[in-house]
């Protein structure tokens, strides 16, 4: 049997044309064709052949369109069962929704205690219970607000997912079956692939919408219970604050009162079940705060290796005696490093935090108030540190006084003692504090004659029976005073560690350390200040419960749109562009102190770190500065490009010198023709340079004086730098002995007293040349080479003292400039006069 080759299209060709010839032969005469009408047609050849061209085209047609599209079709089904795998892979590890799930049983929780909270509240209800209720429920808000963010993000892909799946299946293109038996098999298994892969991951989404739906509701409901007791609060706090100064318990002499709306409950029982509720209150607290803490835990490690890796480079850049001599400036820091660090996070804890339950923020004075004590006791006067505990026992009173959720007679009696405690109290402090020698800070005095006067108000309201009011008057005078003292250590706490970090990277005396120490608490002193007056102001507005009714009321006038022509405005945006231009422009006048840039060592063996770098530095804090000032106030990017043509115009008419020292100060920071700490000579000065500004660099002349130099000349004049590359100099001296000494013998002296000298390099080898016959003398020069330029001065003296010493050992003559006059010629009469006079008579 042989195999025949045929093309399909004439192959198909063929088949028709024998169908077509097997249908005329068995066609039976008067037969009529089902395929055909029931008619009789005649059958002609070119009837024919019109059928058989019209078949072969319909085939050859359809061969063609399943080549072309069956490619396309398995590409297409690749790409969907690729992307169906990988969303399937998504919808089995799923959402991360196990947190939520298990957090929620916490919510209920914490839930369920503010309700019993708000429907136990006492007949004197106390606005630190209400308070820490509304501060919890603001947390769970917040937190359950974020749960709400995360459920809307996964179900916004969920959707995504089912409008891929909706536009799989109106594909239409997917129904195009080939017709070929190899195409048809191979197209099949690929479409019942891709349809088994839909359906599984038709069916996982549906079933991550519903349980994301469910959890959705779950979240929501108790969402919508959030912000009605939150509503609640707020309403309870807003009529606290009209009836604030009302009578609202028993006086103290009536506590007999038979009327059953006064008669109170007994102190123990009250304390009891008001710790129990802080404590349960506190661990929920804690367990959905946890992140909080451990920022600020994270915040102690840092400031703890800050100071102790400043502590440990001081010591090693200088010897004991000089360290110690330094490092006492910082008296707080350095005696008690770990007291220091518990009170400056604690503090700066207890000013950033502003909503807090009552028993975490006594616990925080707490934290402050032990070490503090630690660090007092040290530099208090005795009697100062006796009314310093006083001080303190008073602020445990008022703390356990604030946690009591319904006020009783005990309570009453112990805020009229407290009052009066703190009253003779302030008095004893204001006579010792004038009596005493011990520095105090500047606003000492203020700060106990408002305790005092804040005293003697509680004690009229208690008096008057308006205990609520006496319990927040009194506690926040007591408070008031702690935290200030708080914030005075806090802050000098901080300038020690700016003092640290300044002489841990130079090296200078320790008269030069101090100073430098002052010139800087000098510039941090008006920034630190205001941040610790606004700080105090804050925590006494928290104290009193105003802080809301202040912040609303600064915040409204500050945002409150104001218009000026066209132009609308706010005054926050105003004051956020000021203060953060204000801070820009600090911290780059202090950014070259913090890494030990100050100009100041005593003799400069060394290139100051980061050296002109920190002139783009400052150049790069300046622009964000005002780039940040511009986004935070609010103020169109548009109007920025505005100031910059104005600018540009400015610059046409008269800012060319300083655009021109501007772009030279950059040049400076790129090119480092100069650095901080050269050697440098500018025309008729020289010294060494200390600061390289942006408009101006400044020069630390020998004699003391400071030359402030555009930076402008430093680019376009002829500048010697004397330690670019290396601090190694050339030292010339010239020698001139009498004529008749040995040559080689004043050779091998002046040799001598320059070869191995300590200090003088041996590479390049010190030389001695005979220079020159002069008037009165032979002169040599030498030629030596110094390791540091700084000892310029005391080698060179050093080496003449040798040579003359030795020239004198050995006899030889440092001839000093003279004349020889020779008289030619002389008057005869003048001769016999002057040889007529007595020497005698003369005398």
């Not at 205690?113 to 808000?141: C, F, S």
Request: proline share 3%.
């Amino acid at each position: 049997m042989v195999a025949l080759k045929v093309h399909p299209a004439k192959g198909l060709i063929l088949l028709a044309c024998l169908l077509c010839f097997a249908q005329a032969i068995f066609a039976q005469p008067g037969q009529k064709n089902t395929n055909r009408p029931d008619t009789t047609t005649k059958i002609d050849s070119a009837t024919i052949s019109r059928n058989l061209t019209k078949l072969a085209k319909d085939s050859v047609n359809k061969i063609r369109k399943s080549d072309t599209t069956v490619a396309v079709l398995i590409n297409r089904i690749e790409g969907y069962t690729l992307m169906l795998n990988q969303t399937m892979s998504v919808l089995k590890r799923g959402f991360d929704t196990t947190r939520i799930s298990a957090s929620i049983p916490l919510t209920d929780s914490s839930l369920t205690l503010i309700k019993r909270n708000i429907a136990t509240l006492g007949r004197t209800p106390n606005i630190h219970d209400v308070y820490t209720n509304k501060v919890m429920l603001e947390q769970l808000e917040r937190q359950l607000k974020g749960w709400q963010d995360d459920l809307f993000r996964y179900y916004g892909r969920l959707v995504n997912i089912s409008d891929t799946m909706a536009t799989i299946r109106r594909d239409t293109s997917m129904r195009n079956i080939p017709e070929e038996d190899e195409l048809y098999g191979f197209y099949v298994g690929q479409i019942a692939n891709l349809i088994q892969k839909y359906r599984q991951v038709d069916s996982a989404n549906r079933k991550n919408l519903i349980q994301l739906g469910l959890l959705q509701n779950r979240v929501a409901n108790r969402y919508i219970d959030v912000t009605n007791l939150l509503e609640d609060m707020d309403y309870q706090l807003s009529g606290f604050t009209g009836r604030m100064f009302n009578r609202d318990y028993s006086y103290l002499w009536h506590s007999g009162d038979q009327d059953l709306a006064k008669r109170p409950r007994d102190f123990i029982a009250v304390l009891h079940s008001s710790i129990h509720k802080s404590v349960k209150v506190l661990t929920i607290f804690l367990a959905v705060q946890w992140p909080v803490f451990i920022i600020w835990i994270l915040i102690a490690i840092f400031f703890t290796l800050w100071v102790y890796n400043n502590i440990r480079r001081i010591r090693r850049h200088h010897d004991n005696a000089e360290a110690e001599a330094i490092l006492k400036h910082s008296k707080y820091l350095y005696q008690f490093p770990v007291a220091c660090t518990l009170v400056f996070v604690a503090t700066l804890a207890s000013m950033l935090s502003v909503k807090y339950p009552i028993l975490f923020t006594e616990l925080t004075w707490a934290v402050i108030v032990i070490p503090l004590s630690i660090i007092l006791r040290q530099y208090l006067p005795r009697i100062l540190f006796r009314y310093w505990l006083v001080l303190l026992g008073l602020l445990f009173l008022y703390c356990l006084n604030n946690l009591l959720i319904e006020a009783t007679f005990v309570e009453e009696w112990g805020l009229f003692l407290g009052a009066l405690s703190a009253i003779f109290l302030g008095a004893y402090l204001l006579k010792a504090t004038a009596n005493s020698t011990f520095s105090q800070p500047r606003h000492t005095r203020f700060i106990i004659w408002t305790m005092i006067a804040m005293s003697c108000f509680a004690l009229l309201l208690v008096i008057s029976a308006r205990v609520t009011a006496a319990k927040i008057i009194g506690a926040s005078s007591v408070i008031n005073t702690v935290m200030a003292m708080s914030l005075f250590i806090f802050v000098e706490i901080l300038m020690e560690a700016v003092y640290l970090q300044v002489e841990a990277n130079k090296d200078s005396s320790t008269f030069i350390s101090f100073t430098d120490y002052q010139q800087i608490k000098s510039k941090l002193q008006t920034f630190l200040a205001a941040i610790a007056i606004i700080g105090w102001l804050m925590l006494v507005a928290r104290n009193l419960y105003i802080y809301d009714t202040i912040y609303e009321a600064i915040a409204d006038f500050l945002v409150k749109s104001r218009t000026i022509g066209n132009t609308a405005f706010t005054f926050g945006s105003i004051i956020v562009f000021l203060l953060v231009i204000w801070v820009a422009t600090i911290i780059t006048q202090l950014i070259a102190y913090l890494f030990g840039n100050t100009g100041q060592t005593a003799a400069p063996s060394k290139k100051v770190k980061l050296g002109s770098a920190m002139l783009l530095v400052k150049l790069a804090v300046l622009a964000i500065g005002i780039l940040v000032a511009f986004a935070a106030s609010g103020i169109p990017m548009d109007k920025l490009a505005i100031v910059i043509g104005a600018l540009g115009v400015g610059i046409g008419f008269g800012l060319q010198n300083i655009v021109n020292n501007l772009v030279s100060g950059i040049i400076l920071a790129f090119e480092k023709p100069i650095e901080v700490g050269d050697v440098i000579e500018l025309g008729t000065r020289s010294g060494v340079v200390k600061e390289i500004g942006i408009r101006s660099s400044k020069i630390s002349a020998y004699d003391g004086s400071e030359v402030i130099v555009p930076n402008g000349d430093l680019i376009s004049q002829q500048l010697i730098n004397w330690t670019l590359s290396s601090r190694t100099r050339r030292v010339e001296l010239i020698i001139g002995v009498g004529y008749g000494s040995d040559v080689a013998q004043v050779t091998d002296i002046l040799k001598k007293a320059m070869e191995g000298r300590e200090g003088i390099l041996t590479n390049p080898a010190p030389l001695v040349f005979l220079y020159q016959f002069g008037d009165n003398s032979i002169n040599f020069r030498l030629f030596f080479w110094i390791g540091d330029l700084g000892t310029a001065g005391q080698l060179q003296s050093d080496v003449l003292t040798t040579i003359y010493e030795n020239l004198q050992k050995a006899g030889i003559e440092i001839p000093y400039p003279q004349t020889d006059l020779h008289i030619r010629s002389v008057d005869p009469g003048v001769l016999k006069q002057w040889g007529s006079i007595d020497p005698e008579k003369q005398a």
